[in-house]
C-alpha cells in the first residue's frame, strides 16, 4: 500500500469520512476522478504528475455532498482553491479533510485551514512559463493588435461551458449566462455572444482565480482562458496588494474598499 | 449502385484541385497537434492520417448557430427574410466512416417527419467523401455499434489507403460519381477487394442488442449515480458528438429587428429541462446523465429505429473528468 | 457625408450626478446633445455588463458617474464601483478595447456646470476617437454562410 492510500485506508477505518475523492487510472491510459465510499476500493487510489483536475470543484455538487463526511486529495491549486472558497464562506474549517500532496508527490493529512496556508507558503511554485510568455506577448501587442486576438480567439468558442463546470470557482447554482429575463449574455456563439462570455466570466473571477488552469484544459478549442483571470489578478495584486488563495481569511477585494484607494482615472 | 476505382495519392491532390475551385470543401486541419475540420483551399493542409477531430463535422449540416429568419419591422408591418443555408456545393474530405454515418441519423432526425428548410437544402448540396480508418485509439468504438473502420454507410465515395501510395475508392452513391466524373481519368477501374486488412483493429467493447435491451429496462438504479458522480454538467460530450441533435431557438434583437437563431444545446445542463415554473424534472447531474445513455440507445430508437452513437469517442476524449460512455454500456450490460 | 455624431450612454446615480445634470438643466446651461441618461440608484449598482451592452446597443462612449467620495447616499457604493471600475477598465485594456471611451467621474447635485463640462469634453474627446467600429463590426448573429458555419 502507498502512503496515499495508508491516509485514506484511516480515515475510513476510524469512520471519519464517507467519501473520499481522489484520482485513479481510467480506461484511456489517463487518470480521472474517483469516488471511493468504502475502503476495499482504496488500491485504485493514486497520484502521479498527470493527476491534474480541481477536484474540489465537487465540493457543492448535491450528489457528491450527500454522502456525508468528504475527504478530497488536493495539490496546491486544489488547496489554494479551498481557502478561497473558505474566504467565501462556502466551506468551514473542519468540513472536510484534505489530503495534500506537495512538490515531491509526497502526501500529507491537513485538518485545518491554518495547515492548508502554512503548506501553501512552503509549497509555492511560479506559473507555468508558457503562461507568462505569452501573456508578455499581449501586453506587447498594440491595442489593435490585442482586439484582434481576442476576438479571434472568442470566435472559436463553441460554449459548451467546459471551462465554467471545471472550474472550483464557478459554483453559482445559477450562472449568469444561464440568466434570461433579463438574457444578459446571448446564448449565440456569435461574435457579441462570445466576447460578453468572456468578459463576464473573467470580471466574475476577478481576484478569485486561483490559477489551476483547469478552465485552460478543459477547453476543446483551446483558448488561453486563465489569461484573463491571470491578467485580473495581476492588476488587483496592483491596485490593491491582494492575492487569492493564501488566506481563508481573505477579503475579497471588490467587496471591501479603502477610502485613499487609487482615483486619479476618476474626473 | 457500387463500382470501384483506385487512385495514386498524387492524383488524389489533382482531384482536390479539381473539385476546389467550384466547391466549399471541408477537411480535417491539424492545429496545436489537435484536429479540427475547417474550410481548406490546397491539398496540403489537409490532415490524412489522423485518428480523429476533436470536434465533429454536423456543423456543416446543423451548425453551432443557425439563423432561421430574421425580421424587420417597418411601416407598422414584418418583413421576414430567409437567409440562404448554403450557397456552394460542399465536400467534406476525409471524415472517418463514423461520421459520414453519423449524417444518415442527422437527415432521419431532421427529415423525418417536418422537412427542416435549412438542413434539407444544406443536405441536398453536400458530398461526403470518407477515409476508412488505418489507427485507432482506445477511445474508438465504432464496431460496437454496428459499424466498422471502412464502412461506406452515409458517405457518396469511401477512400481506403491500400499501399504506399495508392488508394481504393468506393463509388457509394450517385454523388459520388458526380464527384468522379469532375477528373473521371485520374481514376482506374478495380474489383471489389477485401479492405479487412487494410484497416484498424477496433476491438468490439459490448454488444448494442444486449446494451439496447438492459439501458431499456433500467430506469431506476443506484448504478446511475455511482457512474455519474463525476460529471460536472458542461456541454463538451453534446457539442463534440456528431449525433447529438438537441438545440434550443432563441430570438436575438428588438421588437423591430432582429432574427430567430436556433443553438445547440445540451442535455447535460441544469437549464435544458427547467419550467418557466422553476421546476426541473431532471434537478440532478446523474438523470441527466441517464438521460443522455437512454436518448443513444433507447429514445432515438424508439424515434427513429436508429441508435443515435456511432461509436467516434469523441465525448470521451473530451470529457474534461472522464466520463466514458462505453464504460456506462459495460457496466449496465453486467446487470 | 456629415460629420460623425458620437452617442454616448450616461450611468448615473439618482442621488448626486443625475440631480447634478437636472440643475444643469434648470440653469439653462447648454450642453452637447450627444447623451443619454440612464438613471441608477446609486454607481455600486452599475454593474460592467450594463456598459457592455451599452456598446453592443451603439454606443460610441459611456459616462458612469455618481456621488463623490463620502457623499454616496448608501455610504460605501461608490468606494465600490470605484474599485470595480479600475479592474474592469484593466480588462478592457487587455482584451484590445479601447478604455478612453468609458469616462468615469463624480459629479455632485450642486454640479450642474461640471456636468455640463464633462458631457462636452466627452463628445469632443469620441469625436477624436471616432466611431466605436471594433463593436459595430461584431455581429449579434452568426453568419449562414457556409464554410463559416464551422467555428473556426
Ligand atoms: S470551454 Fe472553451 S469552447 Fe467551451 S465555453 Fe469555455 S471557452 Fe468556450
Ligand atoms: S484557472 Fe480557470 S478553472 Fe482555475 S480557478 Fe482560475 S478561472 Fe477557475
Ligand atoms: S460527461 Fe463530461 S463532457 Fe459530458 S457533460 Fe459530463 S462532465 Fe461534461
Ligand atoms: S448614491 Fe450616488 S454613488 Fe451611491
Redesign the pocket.
Known sequence: MTELQNIAKKLFDDGSINLLIGYSNNENGGTSAIFIDNSADIDKLIYNENCHQ?LMVYFQKPEVKKFGKLAFVVSLPGLK?VLEIASENQIKDGDAYFIAIDKDGNPSLLQDFHQIEDFITNNQTKPPMGLLKLMEKINNMTREERWQYWTDEFSKCIKCYA?RS?????YCTQCITDINIPQWISTESSPIGNLDWHIARAMH?AGR????????KACPVDIP??LL?ANLNKSIAIHFGDEPGMKADYKYPLSHYKLEDKENFIR | MNNYKLITKQNLHSFFDALQPKNTIIAPKEINKKYYFKPVDKFEDIALDYIQTVLSAKSVLFPRSDTLFNYHRADGDYNIDEPSPIEKNTIVFGMKPCDASSFVYLSNFFLKDYQDKNIKERLEKLYIISLSCKEADNACFCTSVGSNPASTKGSDLNLTLIENDTYYVEVVTEKGQELINYSADLFQDTKEIDKSKYIANVPQKFDVEQAKQNIDSIFESPLWVKDSLACLGCGICAYACPTCTCFDIQDIGSQFNGSRVRNWDSCAFDLFTKHASGHNPRPVQSQRWRNRIKHKFEYSVENLGLISCVGCGRCIRSCPTSMNIVKTVQIFQGV | MSEFEPKIVAFVCNWCTYAGADLAGTSRIKYAQNVRIVRFPCTGRIDFMLLLKAFEEGADGIIVSGCHPADCHYTSGNYHARRRWMVFKDLLDFIGIDSRRIVFSWVSAAEGAKWAHLVNDTVSEIRNLGPMKEYKNLENVSSNKIGELIND
Do not use: D, F, H, R
Open positions: 480541481n482553491s471551462c471545471v472550474c472550483p470557482l464557478c473571477l482565480c486561483i490559477g489551476c488552469g483547469e478552465c485552460m482562458l486563465a483571470t
